[in-house]
Structure formats: C-alpha cells, structure tokens
C-alpha cells in the first residue's frame, strides 16, 4: 500500500547546512511535484518534472535544486539551508502532465525545521 | 492575486450537521480538487471535478463551471471529520496544482 513515499519524516538543519529530500512513488505516474506549506498559505510549487528526464522552476524555487533520477524518484535538494526554508514540504505525483487523468497523490510530508 | 479564495477560513460547528465550504477561482481550469488534510498528517485526494456533482459517503462536491465555483458538502457531520480542507485547480495555465488556503474544520461532539 505504498503511493507515494518521502523521507525523512522530520528533519532539523542548522544554518548553512545541505540535505535532501526524498520522494519515490510505485504507481508509474508521468510528474512529479514538490511543494511546500507554511502557516497562513496555501501550499506553494517549489519544483516539477513533467516526465523523466525534465524538470522546470515553480513558484518559489529559490534555494533548492531537483533531480528526477528515473521515473519513480523526484528529490529535492537544499545546499545550503536557511530558516525561511522551515517548512513542511510534500511530494506528489500524477499519470499526467497538470493531473486531469486520475488526480494527484501526496506523500506524507517532511517537517523541515531550519534553526 | 489569489487565483483560488476558499471560505470560510474556519469553522466550528456542532456534530450532525451540515456542513458546507465553498471555493472560488478566477482563471479557466480543466479540474477542480478537493484535498482534506488532519493535523500533523498528510493530504489525501477526495474528489477531482470537472463538471456537475460528486458524491462519496458523506461528501458531496459539486462545481458551476460558467460561475467558477465549487462547493463541498459534509452530511451528518462527526468529529472525526475535523480537518483542513483544501481547494486546488488544475489546468489554469499552470502546471501542478493551485491551492486555496484551506478551512480549518472543527465539528464538535
């Protein structure tokens, strides 16, 4: 009963540190997304990758990196983090290119603590 | 600019009742999405829309598509129904999703 699944869960970061993200899904959807969701907003496109081997900019990409290593796995990279990078982050994924076949699904999320 | 206004942005109502959230947007979609999130957890799909009216247990949604506007209705509401429901177009010009801000849901016993 797998979907979509990220890693870490929970995760804090000093200042300057670097990490990644990680999402991988079992259902050979084409996209991949990464958002993130902070107090008082809606969730926010950081990344997506239409299909394997694309990835394009969203709304708020400043500060983070992607690479969609192969059709299952999308990961986001922070090199090098800042406290307005706390935040939860979600990976989601569908068959298709803007998700009007079938939908969306969202992996459980990481709670990104930057101190 | 907000492309999707959700309202109310909280609501706390007595158990059994009916509960309605609405959500409007401004720019041509290809689907409406309705997303429910508990505290602390993750977010799962209800209902993707494009026309008329869906109905799974006690949810209903439903979408104008000439008036740009949905709403989602809770029957015989349970406390168990607390959450944050979000609403979210697809296909208005942009790739992903593009969220409302969501309503905190507080159903009461």
């Known amino acids: 009963n797998a979907g979509v699944t990220q890693t870490p869960k929970f995760q804090v970061l000093k200042t300057g540190q670097s990490m990644t993200l990680q999402c991988a899904q079992d259902?050979?959807?084409?996209?991949m997304y990464w958002y993130r969701q902070d107090p008082g907003m809606g969730l926010r496109l950081i990344y997506y990758?239409?299909?394997?081997?694309?990835?394009d900019k969203g709304e708020v990409p400043n500060g983070y990196n992607v690479s969609r290593l192969n059709k299952r796995e999308f990961s986001l990279r922070l090199e090098s983090a800042a406290p307005s990078q706390t935040s939860v982050y979600f990976c989601?994924?569908?068959?298709?290119?803007?998700?009007?076949?079938?939908?969306?699904?969202f992996g459980s999320g990481t709670r990104l603590t930057v101190v | 600019k907000n492309e999707v206004e959700q309202s109310p942005q909280n609501l706390t109502a007595q158990e059994g009742e009916f509960i309605t959230i609405n959500c409007s947007y401004s720019?041509?979609?290809?689907?409406l999405h309705w997303l429910q999130q508990h505290p602390g957890g993750g977010i799962v799909s209800l209902f993707m829309?494009?026309?008329g009216k869906k109905k799974h247990g006690r949810l209903i949604a439903t979408i104008n598509i000439q008036e740009k506007h949905s709403s989602l209705h809770i029957t015989a509401s349970h406390p168990r129904d607390s959450a944050v429901y979000i609403c979210?177009?697809?296909?208005?010009?942009?790739?992903?999703?593009?969220f409302g801000k969501g309503t905190h849901l507080i159903i009461q016993p």
């Open positions: 979210a177009i697809s296909g208005g010009g942009a790739d992903g999703l593009t």
């Open positions: 259902m050979n959807h084409n996209s």
């Open positions: 989601a994924s569908s068959i298709s290119r803007r998700g009007t076949l079938g939908g969306y699904t």
């Open positions: 990758s239409a299909s394997e081997g694309t990835t």
């Open positions: 720019v041509g979609i290809s689907a």
């Open positions: 829309l494009s026309s």
